[in-house]
C-alpha cells in the first residue's frame, strides 16, 4: 500500500530485506520521459524504427530508499539485490535481457521522539472535599490539585499524548477509574490541561 511519489511519478516500493526499509524505482531511455516503476514491468520508449538493425536504447534507472515501516535509532546495512531486469527484442526476434543490480548501501537512523524530562513517576496528592459539596450525580469540586510532565523534544516534533486508564485501559470517557484497593466508591476523577474547561478523553494505549 506504500507508493513513492517523485515530480508526479508513481512508482511500487518493494521490501530490500532490512524491516522498514523499501526501494522504488524511476527509469527514463534516452528516448522518452522518465516512468514510475510498477508491479509487473513498464514499457520505455525506444530506438528509432529507421535503425532496425540497431537495439542500442541506453536507459537510466534511479533507485531510492523509501520508509515502509517505524525505523529505530540504528546502523543498517541494505544488501545488493537485482532490483529490476531490463528487456529488450532485436529486429530478428532474440530476446535481450540484463540485471539491473543496486549495490550495498548503509543506513543510519536517529529517529525523532521525546524523553521525559520531570515528573515521571510523581504521585499527585489531592485536597480534602466534603461530601456535602457533591449535591447530585455529575458534581464536580471546587477544588484540585495541578502536576505536570516536562518532555523535550526534537524540533520538528509534533507531540500527540494519549492518556490510559490504568484500572481499565478499555475507558475511553473523561472520568478517571479509582483503583481496586480504593476505600472510597460513587467517585472518579477528571485531568484538564492547563487553562481548559474541557476534561480530557482517556483512550487506549
Known amino acids: 500500500g506504500i507508493h513513492y511519489v517523485s515530480n508526479g511519478l508513481?512508482?511500487?516500493?518493494w521490501e530490500t530485506g532490512v524491516p522498514g526499509i523499501g526501494y522504488a524505482m524511476i527509469v527514463r531511455s534516452i528516448f522518452g520521459p522518465e516512468a514510475g516503476v510498477k508491479e509487473g514491468g513498464?514499457?520505455?520508449?525506444?530506438?528509432?524504427?529507421?535503425s532496425p538493425q540497431s537495439?542500442?536504447?541506453p536507459i537510466t534507472v534511479k533507485v531510492v530508499l523509501v520508509a515502509t515501516g517505524r525505523l529505530s535509532t540504528g546502523s543498517y546495512r541494505v544488501p545488493a539485490l537485482n532490483v529490476g531486469r531490463y528487456t529488450i527484442v532485436d529486429?530478428?526476434?532474440?530476446?535481450?535481457?540484463?540485471s539491473i543490480p543496486m549495490a550495498s548501501?548503509?543506513?543510519t537512523v536517529t529517529a525523532q521522539g521525546c524523553k521525559v524530562t520531570s515528573g515521571e513517576g510523581q504521585n499527585v496528592n489531592l485536597p480534602r472535599v466534603i461530601t456535602y459539596?457533591?449535591?447530585?450525580?455529575g458534581?464536580?469540586?471546587a477544588v484540585s490539585s495541578s502536576?505536570?510532565?516536562g518532555l523535550k523534544c526534537d524540533t520538528t516534533l509534533a507531540v500527540h499524548a494519549t492518556l490510559t486508564d490504568a484500572s481499565d485501559r478499555s475507558n475511553t470517557s473523561n472520568v478517571l477509574s479509582l483503583s481496586p484497593g480504593s476505600t472510597a466508591t460513587g467517585f472518579g476523577l477528571q485531568i484538564f490541561r492547563e487553562n481548559s474547561m474541557t476534561p480530557i478523553a482517556y483512550g487506549p494505549e
Open 139 to 141: 458534581a464536580t469540586s
Open 55 to 57: 537495439s542500442l536504447t
Open 10 to 13: 508513481i512508482s511500487d516500493v
Open 105 to 107: 548501501v548503509p543506513v
Open 133 to 137: 459539596d457533591f449535591k447530585e450525580v
Open 42 to 50: 513498464i514499457d520505455v520508449s525506444y530506438g528509432s524504427m529507421a
Open 91 to 98: 529486429g530478428s526476434g532474440t530476446v535481450l535481457s540484463a
Open 147 to 149: 502536576f505536570a510532565v
